[in-house]
């Protein structure tokens, strides 16, 4: 089982900052791709940023040249770095992870639980 837990969210003031963290655990043989997403009130989940299998870079053109996602391959870990937020920001976060599980060597899709992050003066 392998578990993808998302952390770094909050309240902040319209162009403020926030860095997201996510960490994967458990079985991994490997992570192929991770990314995050977002899903606002009465909306539909959306991509945010996330890097491809072949390491490239995608982003959301609601958030290029604000956000920057990074990661840690040694850590299982992904980053988000939120910068110049907006209120259309507001939504709850999410890390997803493409993962070959470790006995099985099979690929599976999980998804973390969710952080909030609200931008409001």
């Known amino acids: 089982q392998v578990q993808l837990v998302e952390s770094g969210g909050g309240l902040v003031q319209p162009g403020g900052s926030l860095r997201l963290s996510c960490v994967a655990s458990?079985?991994?043989?490997?992570?192929?791709?991770m990314g995050w997403y977002r899903q606002a009130p009465g909306k539909e989940r959306e991509l945010v940023a996330r890097?491809?299998?072949?390491?490239?870079?995608i982003y959301a053109d609601s958030v290029k040249g604000r956000f920057t996602i990074s990661r840690d391959n040694a850590e299982n870990t992904v980053y988000l770095e939120m910068n110049s937020l907006k209120p259309e920001d507001t939504a709850v976060y999410y890390c997803?992870?493409?993962?070959?599980?470790?006995?099985?060597?099979?690929?599976?899709?999980?998804w973390g639980q969710g952080t909030q992050v609200t931008v409001s003066s």
């Open positions: 997803k992870a493409n993962v070959v599980v470790g006995v099985s060597r099979y690929e599976y899709q999980y």
């Open positions: 458990g079985s991994i043989f490997s992570i192929n791709a």
């Open positions: 890097f491809t299998r072949g390491g490239s870079t």
